[in-house]
């Protein structure tokens, strides 16, 4: 079985910083990527950030040059470091992992999210 458990959200001012980290944990043969995803109220899920096990990262242009995504291999973790936060920015963050259990495997699976509220 697979987890992936998401925290760091919280209340922040706009202009704010706050680090998201996700681990994935359990039965993993293979990481292939880690993505960010989030919800704001009354939204659609949208793509934010992602990383893959070679490192290549991608960006919704909204978000580029604000937000890094990171991760530690090692860990099956991987962060996300939000800069200039703003109020559009309020959402639940959501984790993905594009995992295999077992060769030639591969699922995304979603984690529980973890609310960020950016105030004016």
């Known amino acids: 079985q697979v987890q992936i458990v998401e925290s760091g959200g919280g209340l922040v001012q706009s202009g704010g910083s706050l680090r998201l980290s996700c681990t994935a944990s359990g039965n993993i043969y293979h990481v292939y990527s880690m993505e960010w995803w989030r919800q704001g109220p009354e939204a659609e899920r949208d793509f934010v950030a992602s990383?893959?096990?070679?490192?290549?990262?991608n960006y919704a242009d909204s978000v580029k040059g604000r937000f890094t995504i990171s991760g530690d291999n090692a860990k099956n973790t991987v962060y996300l470091q939000m800069n200039n936060l703003q109020p559009d920015d309020t959402a639940v963050y959501y984790c993905?992992?594009?995992?295999?259990?077992?060769?030639?495997?591969?699922?995304?699976?979603w984690g529980q999210g973890t609310r960020v509220t950016v105030s004016s």
């Open positions: 993905v992992g594009r995992l295999g259990v077992r060769p030639g495997t591969s699922n995304h699976y």
């Open positions: 990383i893959t096990s070679g490192g290549s990262t």
